[in-house]
């Protein structure tokens, strides 16, 4: 029994993390904005429909 549970929490696991965006836009569903990604020093918006590189008020990249 014990070895079944460990199973299926790895498989969980597994899908979770490789889940490409599906968390954050599940957030971005639920609080109704964007979830703020950092990748390679560049800060990304996750909305339900898709991603943007977010930017300053002076129009240049943010960065993270």
Do not use: P
């Amino acid at each position: 029994m014990k070895n079944t549970v460990k199973v299926v929490s790895v498989i969980l696991l597994a899908m979770l993390l490789s889940s490409c965006g599906r968390w954050e836009r599940a957030v971005a569903s639920i609080n109704g904005g964007g979830v703020e990604t950092c990748h390679d020093g560049v800060s990304y918006i996750q909305f339900t429909s898709g991603a943007s590189v977010k930017y300053n008020s002076d129009g240049t990249i943010a960065t993270c």
